[in-house]
């Protein structure tokens, strides 16, 4: 039995790193179906016409499932940003988060210089790095790869700290549309504007002030009781991943 786990054990590490680099598939398919239903109806029928029969809610898992395929091996660092412990975000030509979202957001402001499918691929992209941007390990330290060489139990099955909170909690605490609905409701007009704003550093920050309290456990496991602490906090960034990434799609999809 023993000889069992040991070989199950090593084979989950082997191909974990594989899916430990964004939100899980629930994670951005809530995110973008929320982002849909906040969008208005000009914004969906020009974001419709380059996606073509995907949704918004799927076109969130494009840059996932070309991981599959080596050639978009490039794409890789685009999803993250890696920052020292107790150092701030410096400016950078570095292939990351932020310059990639960056440069989406011009290519969709001067769309009309490119092809359709181009666009549509910048979309995906954009979608995909807003959201993902919004977890907090996807700001996380180069020391321990943002998570992903932190190898723990969660409810006695491996896993690594990374995944955990990309998709183990989210599936765990049962979160959906619905629930990221409830989280926007509870703010105030005044709230709701202000966390609408476009300020992808603003994102930045708020992720990363969450570290703390993403590392604020002992041993090698963590449990319910973990996850209870922290459900808040991912239900809150998956929220405000949805609503901005409406906010930034009816922007740049203005005219």
């Not at 994670?27 to 020009?46: C, E, F």
């Not at 794409?75 to 993250?80: A, C, G, I, N, S």
């Not at 456990?217 to 991943?241: E, H, T, W």
Request: proline content about 3%; some cysteine; charged content about 25%.
């Amino acid at each position: 039995m023993k000889i069992r786990s040991t070989v199950f054990l090593s084979i989950f590490l082997l191909v974990q790193p594989l899916k430990s680099f964004c939100w899980g598939p629930d994670g951005h398919k809530d995110i973008g179906a929320l982002a849909y239903q906040y969008i208005n109806q000009r914004t969906k029928d020009s974001v419709q016409f380059y996606l073509g029969n995907v949704s918004l809610a799927d076109a969130g898992l494009w840059m996932d499932e070309m991981r599959k395929d080596h050639s978009y091996d490039y794409m890789k660092p685009w999803h993250y940003i890696a920052i020292e412990k107790g150092q701030g975000y410096k400016p950078n030509k570095e292939e990351n988060v932020i310059n990639e979202l960056n440069k989406r957001m011009e290519h969709l402001r001067h769309r009309n210089l490119y092809s359709k499918e181009q666009v549509a691929v910048d979309l995906k992209i954009l979608i995909h790095l807003t959201e993902d941007l919004h977890m907090p390990l996807h700001v996380g330290y180069p020391s321990d790869t943002g998570g992903n060489a932190i190898h723990i139990t969660f409810m006695d099955k491996p896993t690594t700290l990374h995944w955990a909170w990309d998709n183990d909690i989210v599936l765990q605490q049962h979160i959906n549309v619905d629930t990221l609905k409830s989280v926007i409701a509870s703010f105030s007009k005044q709230e709701l504007a202000e966390k609408s704003k476009t300020d992808i550093l603003v994102w930045m920050n708020e992720s990363r002030s969450y570290l703390p309290k993403v590392y604020d456990f002992k041993g090698d496991s963590i449990g319910v009781d973990y996850a209870d602490k922290n459900a808040s906090i991912i239900k809150l960034r998956l929220a405000l991943a949805g609503l901005r990434l409406s906010n930034l799609l009816n922007e740049l999809f203005r005219n």
